[in-house]
């Protein structure tokens, strides 16, 4: 009968060891490849949470990227609407016709629904009461990822106490670091080799904003 493997001084059992090696260790690649390609396309990629607190959303004012998501924590009283600007200011509940609309008690946007540029959103039943946010969706752009671009990089990541900001041909600088909400909470002055006690804030996601004129943006996380 044809197995498909060649034997070599009519060693069967050997022969079918191998081929069986071969087909393990083929397999172990390939799922390997496919773990490797799905941390590529979503290593960069933030969930960010939104809940509430009376009738307030929390934060109400978030900053993301393109291709993150939000995710919406609620009761089962409130949601979350996408309303225009006009809408959003004077209080009012109209739901814009190709905005998202989260179910009572939240639910997950996925980034076709957080195009680049300002989402306005309410609580339908509780506009009036002030219940709104907004999340700011900015283009991501070769220079916004950690990749020790144009002679800078950012280390330990995470951190507990302090980072380390390595500048080449960067005679000094400033940086800026924000939270989620898009505050700003730490700000300096840059030299070749500095380092920056982020002792004080609280573990979270955080910005930090370096280079020629604050243009690149690397995600920090502080534990």
């Known amino acids: 009968m044809e197995t498909g493997y060649h034997y070599k001084n009519g060693n069967r059992q050997n022969a079918v ?8 260790k083929m397999k172990t690649g390939i799922l390997l490849s496919m773990l490797f390609l799905s941390f590529s396309f979503s290593g960069f990629s933030t969930v960010w949470k939104v809940t509430y607190s009376g009738y307030k959303f929390t934060p109400d004012v978030i900053t993301i990227n393109t291709g993150d998501s939000v995710k919406f924590e609620l009761s089962a009283y409130h949601n979350a ?27 997950l946007l996925l980034p076709d629904k957080l195009g680049t540029g300002t989402h306005y959103f309410v609580c339908t039943p509780h506009a009036s009461l002030g219940m709104k946010g907004k999340i700011i969706v900015q283009a991501v752009t070769a220079v916004s990822e950690n990749k020790l ?16 900001v ?3 041909g960067i005679k000094e600088d400033t940086f800026v670091i924000s939270d989620q909400a898009g505050r ?18 609280v573990p979270g996601l955080y910005f930090l904003q370096a280079g020629e004129q604050r243009k690149q943006v690397y995600k920090i996380v502080k534990q």
Request: aromatic share 10%.
């Open 17 to 24: 060891w191998v081929g069986k090696f071969k087909t393990k």
């Open 81 to 107: 609407s996408e309303v225009d600007e006009r809408t959003w200011s004077q209080g009012g509940n109209s739901h814009l016709a190709s905005g998202f609309e989260t179910p009572y008690g939240g639910g």
């Open 149 to 164: 671009l144009a002679g800078i990089s950012v280390y330990p990541n995470p951190a507990t106490d302090f980072i380390k």
């Open 184 to 201: 700003q909470v730490l700000s300096g002055r840059l030299n070749p080799e500095a380092t920056i006690n982020i002792s004080s804030l």
């Open 166 to 168: 390595k500048t080449t």
